[in-house]
């Protein structure tokens, strides 16, 4: 986070002035010394321009995905064109899911792994809705989201062999 926070030119303090909390608390998030993540740790990952799923990556091994990253892969999804070479986040995706995948405010994503016999697979879910939705519609389409969101997680946790 702290690579994050200095390529946007954010200083630790302003950081912490504007999530509300002790500048000695950044300081920790960025060296790792936490023990569970809190709303403060995901309005910090926000404010950096991470995903909401970046957190789960990172603390799994991976790296983040930036919002930067995911505009400019729905940027190469609304063109038609082939993924770049060096997006592996479009590549092998049919045109029909490229184009679902432009369209539409989106309400949320995020990926979810799953342990299997054969290894670990990860399921990628992005919730958008319809093109032109007025707010009562993205209201009611991240609500119905929520609920399914929330039934999801839960047969993962019982997949996974009872919860997180």
Known sequence: MKR???SRGLQQKFVA???TVERGA???IEKGAI???TGTINRYAEMVGWTPESLRL???GGEPVTVDDVERSSAVARSGEPAPAGD???AGLSLL???ALSEGELIDS???SLNTPAGQIQVAIVARAQPGASPAQLDEAGALWARLRAALVKALDEERGGGR
């Open 97 to 99: 899911v490229r184009k």
């Open 17 to 19: 002035k504007s999530l």
């Open 35 to 37: 023990k569970k993540l």
């Open 4 to 6: 994050a926070r200095e």
């Open 26 to 28: 950044i300081y920790n």
């Open 110 to 112: 995020e990926v979810q």
């Open 88 to 90: 592996p986040g479009l």
């Open 58 to 60: 990172v603390l799994e």
